[in-house]
């Protein structure tokens, strides 16, 4: 912690466990007033706003989200400017995944995928613009990348938030926006096989105080980039698939 992102209010979407947790707490270690979302799990949102306290956020609130309800976020979005003032920075990371092949998932699983991973990020990012200061932070997904059998719906979600982000930051400037890309991570998605999910919430909170060399609009494969390249080293390192 080196100070910079101190009594930042910080909004995190999803974060009542799994990346979104994660998240939430990483920001709480660097003294952020922090916003922790959930959608039905109750008890684990008030659960990641006590350790928050704990961590030394001097600030937290718990508030319902359903991104896929217009409602439900500019109620949201309303309650934490009404009692924070500003949105320092927005991490959408909520998101759902069904894992079948196309011709065996219904259209109302096709749909909660979309609405939520897609339209969700892009609904909830312009209701925050007005009160947003510094950054938008998305978690997309290494399935956007390359073919996955079963997770076709899924990764086109994912997907469309890499096209989002790009378009955002060139709207948004001085305003950053980047995506960032996990790798499998240990949570409910994945029956929590793979890596942990501090890695992400590190990841994140690194693109929020300004750590990585990476220009507005830009990716951060999780694990990928070190710290305090030079911009050009950084960029080249980075060249790849994300692009």
Request: net charge neutral; aromatic share 4%; glycine share 10%.
């Amino acid at each position: 912690m080196n100070g910079q992102l101190r009594n930042k209010v910080v909004l995190v979407t999803g974060s009542s466990q799994g990346i979104g947790r994660a998240t939430a707490l990483r920001f709480a270690e660097e003294g952020c007033r922090v916003v922790i979302t959930y959608h039905r799990d109750d008890r684990g949102a008030e659960e990641a706003s006590e350790r928050c306290l704990r961590l030394g956020a001097p600030r937290t609130m718990v508030l319902q989200l359903d991104v896929t309800d217009d409602y439900s976020i500019a109620r949201a979005v309303g309650t934490a400017v009404d009692e924070l003032g500003a949105i320092d920075v927005l991490v959408n990371n909520a998101g759902v995944l069904v894992r079948k092949r196309l011709e065996e998932q219904s259209p109302e699983e096709i749909e909660v995928q979309v609405r939520t991973n897609l339209e969700g990020t892009i609904k909830m990012t312009r209701a925050c613009l007005p009160h947003l200061r510094e950054a938008v932070i998305n978690v997309t997904s290494l399935t956007a990348l390359r073919g996955y059998p079963s997770l076709g719906t899924y990764a086109a979600s994912k997907a469309g938030i890499i096209a989002f982000t790009r378009t955002l930051a060139d709207e948004i400037g001085p305003r950053r926006a980047y995506n960032v890309f996990p790798n499998a991570t240990a949570t409910r998605m994945t029956n929590f096989h793979g890596d942990p999910p501090e890695e992400v919430a590190e990841a994140i909170v690194r693109l929020a105080r300004g750590d990585y060399a990476v220009p507005n609009g830009g990716d951060v494969k999780v694990g990928d980039l070190p710290i305090a390249k030079g911009y050009g080293e950084a960029l080249a390192a980075h060249a790849g698939p994300a692009r």
